[in-house]
């Protein structure tokens, strides 16, 4: 690139590879950067640093979780007796920005993918079915995508979780 030294090419390298970022806003990244004291900058890269060591997932509901557990597991208010089930946690962002739902998670961390490999071991199922074989869930509301993996899954955690033998099986649901 015309105009950008070594390092400043290095730099819109390494912004091009966040999600929405291409030549041009990573250029402009790199110009305000460098107009910034650099007490900004350091701030900026701290954080990031700071947050790639910190954060790490709930050991309930594999929600991102700044210590052993998220804000909704240790939120006294949730109702433990419902968990939405979801792909990712950008899902968990969403629901909560749209309000209402009251209880809890629990992320898969992907979804069923024959084609790339995914199989029921590389996600949480077993996780999913340890809680709510403990008892106290009433209900399993299942919030993955609608594409073909999503319902796929979907489909395959309906039939694990109505296996369970149990006095009082959860009602499993899908979010439409």
């Avoid at 402009?28 to 997932?57: C, H, N, W």
């Avoid at 399993?140 to 979907?154: M, Y």
């Amino acid at each position: 690139m015309a105009g950008l030294t070594a390092s400043m090419e290095h730099l819109v390298q390494q912004l091009r590879k966040l999600p929405g970022v291409g030549p041009r806003t990573a250029e402009r990244y790199v110009f305000y950067l460098l107009t910034q004291p650099m007490s900004a900058v350091r701030e900026l890269s701290d954080a990031i640093l700071r947050a790639k060591r910190t954060i790490g997932f709930c050991r309930t509901c594999f929600n991102l979780a700044d210590g052993e557990l998220c804000a909704v597991c240790k939120d006294p208010a949730r109702d433990k007796s419902m968990i939405c089930v979801v792909e990712d946690h950008r899902a968990i962002r969403a629901m909560e920005k749209a309000g209402g739902y009251r209880g809890t998670y629990h992320v898969l961390l992907g979804a069923l993918s024959p084609l790339d490999g995914v199989t029921p071991r590389d996600l949480k199922i077993q996780e999913l079915k340890g809680r709510v074989s403990q008892g106290g869930v009433r209900e399993v509301i299942l919030a993955t995508d609608s594409d073909l993996e999503g319902e796929s899954t979907a489909l395959y955690l309906t039939r694990e979780l109505r296996a369970l033998v149990r006095e009082e099986a959860p009602r499993v649901t899908r979010l439409a």
